[in-house]
Structure formats: C-alpha cells, structure tokens
C-alpha cells in the first residue's frame, strides 16, 4: 500500500465517522444536549448552541473529507474535533464520571471507557497524519484503486465505531445468569366442587349391579 492509498483511506474513515455522528447527534438535538451535560464541562445555559455547533461542525467535516474539498482545512477540524473528544472522555474518567460516550451516536449503551479513550486517541493520530500529509503534495490515487480504499475505509470506520460498546459486552458476558422457574399455565383448584372420590368395587359386584338394574328396568316396562 502507497502512502497516498493510506492518506485516502485515513481521511475517509475519519470523514465517514465524523459524517455519522453529527447526522445523528443534528437528528436527535434533545439527547445530544443530555450527553453533553452528561460531561459537566460546558454551563447549562451554553448547551443548546454548543449541540448545535459541535454537530454541525461534525456533518460539515465529515462531508468534506468524504468528498476530498479543502483536506487541509477539513483535518484540522476532525483533528479538533477528536482532540475534544479524548480530553472530555478523560475528564469524566479522571472525575469518576461515568456517562454517555455520545462521541458518534447519542446510544447510552457506549459508556466513557478507558477503549473509548484509546479509540479517540488513535482518531487523533490519525487526522495527524493527514494534516501532516495534507501539505505535501502526493500523487493522486489511480481510479483503480479507490474501490478498494474506500471499502477498507468504510469497514475500518465500522469497526472503529463498534469498538465502543466492547465494554458493554463485557459487563454482560460477565453476569451470572439468574435462574428462574419456567413460566406456564397454571390450573387453579379453588373454584372445582369437592366430590367424594368413587368406591372401588369388584367385577361380580359390577354384575349383580347391571342384572338388577336390568331386572329393575323390566319390572317397570310390565306396570
């Protein structure tokens, strides 16, 4: 792999997760403002306009490292952008916090997590690099390959973001499972009428039984 090959798929992937989180977090407004209090950094009352920033810039970002306009400018945003996250990320950990990541999605199953803080770092390398690659003038990638690199681009972003939710995994797989009586239909006896249970008897009693019955029966056919 070319070092233009590895800048391409470093700025996509980065674009690719920055694109997500602030379509997401742009979509639902209301659970971003309660991820950032989540953090206790920013005053109350500068939350609504930094939700409204923080997504923005991410959409805006995201777009423009997908789309390869002004990479220079666009990496020094992600790179911002990562930078927060990992200094906020860190900030909870170093508190005792524990909260909503909210980094790319508004999901409270991704907690703050020493792997969401290595995760933020390895972004922040990672927008380093094409900053730093931004302002040499490489070769452009050949048309053959962008299929290719945009396809280990978008799976390495997927598995960037699912990275996250590791320790929610592990916390359930940890879980004694609780054992508990199988749920089924039960009959209930209370409202049964009590009968006597029936005599046994024997097969010659049975007879004598059925003949004067039967004797029974012919004496009244007579009257």
């Known amino acids: 792999m070319d070092l233009p090959d590895a800048v391409l798929i470093l700025r996509i992937c980065c674009g ?3 694109l997500w ?3 997401h977090k742009l979509v639902n407004l209301g659970a971003t403002r309660e991820a950032i209090l989540g953090y206790r950094v920013i005053p109350f009352r500068f939350v609504r306009v930094a939700a409204v920033v923080l997504s923005a810039a991410e959409f805006v970002t995201g777009v423009l490292l997908v789309i390869g306009v002004m990479p220079g400018i666009a990496s020094v945003a992600a790179l ?9 990320i860190a900030s909870t950990l170093v508190r005792g916090i524990k ?3 909210s980094c790319f999605s508004t999901s409270p199953f991704e907690s703050t997590s020493v792997v969401t803080l290595a995760r933020a770092v390895v972004l922040v390398a990672m927008s380093a690099s094409v900053v730093a690659a931004s302002r040499e003038n490489l070769p452009a990638v050949p048309g053959s390959r962008l ?8 799976g390495a972003a997927v598995l960037l973001r699912l990275v996250g939710l590791v320790p929610q995994a592990l916390l359930y797989l940890r879980e004694k499972p609780v054992v508990a009586p199988a ?3 039960r ?3 209370r409202h049964l009428p009590l009968e006597p249970p029936l005599p046994l008897i024997s097969n010659d009693e049975v007879d004598t039984l059925v003949e004067v019955t039967v004797s029974q029966g ?4 007579e009257r």
């Open 16 to 18: 690719v997760l920055l």
């Open 21 to 23: 989180a602030g379509l």
């Open 80 to 88: 911002a952008v990562f930078a927060g996250f990992a200094g906020g």
């Open 99 to 101: 909260t909503a990541c």
């Open 147 to 154: 299929i290719p690199d945009v396809t280990v681009a978008v």
């Open 183 to 185: 749920r089924g239909h």
């Open 187 to 189: 009959v209930s006896l």
């Open 218 to 221: 012919g004496m009244r056919g």
